[in-house]
């Protein structure tokens, strides 16, 4: 009627979801941040991870398991564990605290992962991979507003890395979006379509990498659990072949030649040793030597800071670098976070890991990929800090009574 004056509702939004959503989408996209610090992984999900947290103990929701809080006691000990003659590193003493907090929010708050943010995610990644596989001139200067730095420049030998330092770092993400999609899919939340068109589309990315990171993890996490769901001969040859026949064609053209990850795996394949030639994995079993030589040597670690000063005393005595001398040297700088951890902490981060671990209630064969792929982050690939160690450990609690899956 004219003249009569209608009331909007207002519009309101709920904090706390939303911080959550933030939360997850930064555990999910951990190299990005709005203010890039000197790290490759940043601390966004571990900021906004201790604001939900203090919003849980002042609402008084905060109910932890033992694991849960024994883990957080560790980690705020770790924080003070250092050695002020080796310098105080604000990102390794911080590194086991945001790793309890991640797996306490996951643990306790797995549905706020939802599959509209899944989806956000995979595409936020897959704009950035296409971006800067294609218009590397035009995405790289751009993305470095929202990451540390973008190694490659230009796309040759290796591949795009899209928003995250390495295209190795972008594959191992690729890799844990498909697992969230399978975890999704078994929950019957996305059709049998989505699941198999997402999986596809993060294999398309990964061949973008040009990882050989990617080439070995998303293949052996997708035939695992593909394999695992197979109940006879039959349903393995109707679901194997045709990506079998499809993977053999592509290697043995000789078409992806030019790709690194490719040329690893056929390296690999013909020769196993030669993963111990490869530079790369050399560096990682070096450092994973020397960690756990370390042990040996001083039970209690060196504290925080301690790493370079362990690994001279082990190359000393043991001369470690000669059993792999393709690795650059070590004695600096690992890129594996055991062997940092275990050279400045000893059985003190034992004892967090073993805690760590005892977080997953239950094995099954979605818990064994993700504690393998948490394993192999922690032990060879990333820094303690990476979030997506934590969130697939966390995940590793997930059920669903609908789901035989998650009995098995």
């Given at each position: 009627m004219p003249g009569r004056s209608v009331k909007l509702k207002p519009i309101t939004i709920?904090?706390?979801?939303?911080?959550?959503?933030?939360?997850?989408?930064?555990?999910?996209?951990?190299?990005?941040?709005?203010?890039p610090i000197s790290s490759?992984?940043?601390?966004?999900?571990?900021?906004?991870?201790?604001?939900?947290?203090?919003?849980?103990?002042?609402?008084?929701?905060?109910?932890?398991?033992?694991?849960?809080?024994?883990?957080?006691?560790?980690?705020?000990?770790?924080?003070?564990?250092?050695?002020?003659?080796?310098?105080?590193?604000?990102t390794y003493q911080f590194g086991l605290l945001s790793a309890a907090l991640i797996t306490y929010i996951v643990i306790t708050k797995e549905n706020a992962l939802s599959l509209k943010l899944l989806r956000f995610s995979t595409y936020f990644m897959a704009f950035g991979v296409v971006a800067h596989f294609y218009f590397a001139d035009i995405f790289v200067p751009i993305a470095k507003f929202l990451v540390r730095d973008i190694k490659i420049t230009e796309i040759?030998?290796?591949?795009?890395?899209?928003?995250?330092?390495?295209p190795s770092f972008t594959a191992v993400l690729c890799t844990v979006h498909f697992i969230l999609f399978y975890l999704f899919?078994?929950?019957?939340?996305?059709?049998?379509?989505?699941?198999?068109?997402?999986?596809?589309l993060l294999f398309i990315l990964i061949l973008h990498t040009k990882s050989?990171?990617?080439?070995?993890?998303?293949?052996?996490a997708y035939l695992f659990?593909?394999?695992?769901?197979?109940?006879?001969?039959r349903s393995i040859l109707k679901f194997s072949i045709v990506p079998l026949i499809a993977i053999i064609i592509l290697f043995g053209s000789g078409f992806f030649d030019g790709f690194r990850g490719v040329a690893l795996v056929k390296a690999i394949a013909k020769n196993p040793s030669y993963i111990f030639m490869d530079g790369a994995a050399a560096e990682r079993f070096l450092g994973f030597s020397i960690g756990i030589l370390s042990v040996y040597e001083n039970p209690l670690g060196k504290g925080g800071g301690g790493y370079p000063v362990a690994a001279r005393e082990i190359e000393s005595k043991y001369s470690i670098h000669a059993v792999f001398p393709t690795a650059r040297s070590q004695l600096d700088a690992t890129p594996s976070a055991l062997a940092r951890c275990l050279t400045e902490?000893?059985?003190?981060?034992?004892?967090?890991?073993?805690?760590?671990?005892?977080?997953?209630?239950?094995?099954?064969?979605?818990?064994?990929?993700?504690l393998g792929l948490s394993s192999i982050f922690i032990a060879f690939s990333f820094s303690i800090a990476f979030t997506c160690t934590y969130l697939l450990i966390?995940?590793?609690?997930?059920?669903?009574?609908?789901a035989q899956f998650f009995r098995s």
């Amino acid at each position: 009627m004219p003249g009569r004056s209608v009331k909007l509702k207002p519009i309101t939004i709920e904090l706390y979801p939303l911080l959550l959503a933030v939360f997850f989408f930064f555990v999910l996209q951990p190299f990005v941040s709005p203010i890039p610090i000197s790290s490759d992984v940043q601390p966004v999900a571990t900021i906004l991870g201790l604001i939900i947290f203090l919003v849980d103990l002042v609402k008084k929701n905060a109910k932890v398991g033992l694991s849960v809080f024994l883990l957080m006691l560790i980690s705020g000990f770790w924080v003070v564990w250092f050695n002020p003659d080796y310098g105080f590193s604000l990102t390794y003493q911080f590194g086991l605290l945001s790793a309890a907090l991640i797996t306490y929010i996951v643990i306790t708050k797995e549905n706020a992962l939802s599959l509209k943010l899944l989806r956000f995610s995979t595409y936020f990644m897959a704009f950035g991979v296409v971006a800067h596989f294609y218009f590397a001139d035009i995405f790289v200067p751009i993305a470095k507003f929202l990451v540390r730095d973008i190694k490659i420049t230009e796309i040759g030998v290796r591949g795009a890395s899209g928003f995250a330092s390495e295209p190795s770092f972008t594959a191992v993400l690729c890799t844990v979006h498909f697992i969230l999609f399978y975890l999704f899919y078994k929950k019957g939340l996305i059709t049998k379509k989505e699941y198999n068109l997402k999986t596809l589309l993060l294999f398309i990315l990964i061949l973008h990498t040009k990882s050989g990171t990617g080439f070995l993890y998303f293949p052996a996490a997708y035939l695992f659990l593909t394999f695992a769901d197979l109940l006879n001969i039959r349903s393995i040859l109707k679901f194997s072949i045709v990506p079998l026949i499809a993977i053999i064609i592509l290697f043995g053209s000789g078409f992806f030649d030019g790709f690194r990850g490719v040329a690893l795996v056929k390296a690999i394949a013909k020769n196993p040793s030669y993963i111990f030639m490869d530079g790369a994995a050399a560096e990682r079993f070096l450092g994973f030597s020397i960690g756990i030589l370390s042990v040996y040597e001083n039970p209690l670690g060196k504290g925080g800071g301690g790493y370079p000063v362990a690994a001279r005393e082990i190359e000393s005595k043991y001369s470690i670098h000669a059993v792999f001398p393709t690795a650059r040297s070590q004695l600096d700088a690992t890129p594996s976070a055991l062997a940092r951890c275990l050279t400045e902490g000893g059985w003190i981060f034992i004892l967090w890991l073993t805690v760590l671990f005892s977080t997953v209630s239950s094995i099954n064969r979605f818990s064994i990929v993700c504690l393998g792929l948490s394993s192999i982050f922690i032990a060879f690939s990333f820094s303690i800090a990476f979030t997506c160690t934590y969130l697939l450990i966390g995940l590793s609690n997930s059920k669903d009574r609908g789901a035989q899956f998650f009995r098995s």
